[in-house]
Structure formats: structure tokens, C-alpha cells
């Protein structure tokens, strides 16, 4: 069964992530029209693999217990499912890196992003953007 990813601030741009399902789980956007047929798949593991990657404000990924990091491995979804959507809605890599930027500072409490941190936030959604760039010519 799915739910609504938290955030979504246009109702016609719905993420729906499936729930208990392996990391290849493929969340479905829908563009503008609100036409159910006009829609990107966006693979939850791809968005999974780039925000450990270049993503990991609270350091999960460093966790010496592995079913810790398992159980974990969702922790950034939605705001990856987020920056998707903003890139995917014409919003820039700069503006995708303040989102990420807030949301470690404000919902993770985690203070104001030094330079370094930033860098990491802007080269997530650099490979966000990438990742859908070679996912939608796909289609």
C-alpha cells in the first residue's frame, strides 16, 4: 500500500512511495497535468545510492552496525523524492541545494550548512539532475 510523501506542496505533483517492498521499489512522479498517464518513474535505489553517496548529513552510512544501516536505508526518501521533483518541475541545482541545505538545518536541527556541507547538498542535486537527464531519454 502506498503513502504521500510528506512536502509535497502542489497537489498535482504526487510521489508515492511503496511500502514494504525492496530498495527497488519505483516511485511514480506525476507531472503538471495531473494526467495519470504522464508520468516518470523514478527508481528509489538509484535516488538511494546518489543521496549515501554525496548525501549523508546525519552519517548513517558510517554506522558500524549493518542491520542499523539497513534498517536506515530509507531515512532520506522523501527529501531525495523531493529534490526529484523540484529538478523535474524546472527548478535549479542551486535552488535543489538550498532545499537540502533547510532541511538539515531545520528538520535534522543540524545548524547552518558550512561551505563544505553546501557542496555536498549542490552535488546531490547535480546527480539527481544527471540521473533523470539519462532516465527520462530512456522513455
Not at 5 to 21: F, H, K, Q, W, Y
Not at 129 to 137: F, T
Request: hydrophobic share 40%.
Amino acid at each position: 500500500m502506498g503513502t504521500f510523501a510528506p512536502g509535497i506542496t502542489d497537489p498535482c505533483l504526487i510521489t508515492i512511495i511503496i511500502d514494504s517492498v525492496p530498495p527497488s521499489c519505483v516511485g511514480i512522479v506525476f507531472q503538471e497535468s495531473c494526467d495519470m498517464s504522464e508520468h516518470i518513474k523514478i527508481d528509489i535505489a538509484a535516488l538511494r545510492k546518489i543521496g549515501w553517496n554525496h548525501w549523508d548529513p546525519i552519517g548513517i552510512r558510517q554506522l558500524d552496525d549493518s542491520a542499523s544501516r539497513t534498517n536506515a536505508g530509507d531515512e532520506y526518501d522523501t527529501y531525495l523524492l523531493q529534490a526529484a521533483n523540484m529538478i523535474l518541475q524546472g527548478a535549479t541545482c542551486e535552488t535543489v541545494a538550498a532545499y537540502l541545505d533547510e532541511i538539515m538545518s531545520g528538520s535534522m536541527a543540524l545548524g547552518p550548512p558550512s561551505e563544505a556541507v553546501h557542496r555536498a547538498s549542490l552535488l546531490t542535486a547535480e546527480a539527481i539532475s544527471a540521473y533523470l537527464q539519462v532516465d527520462r531519454a530512456s522513455f
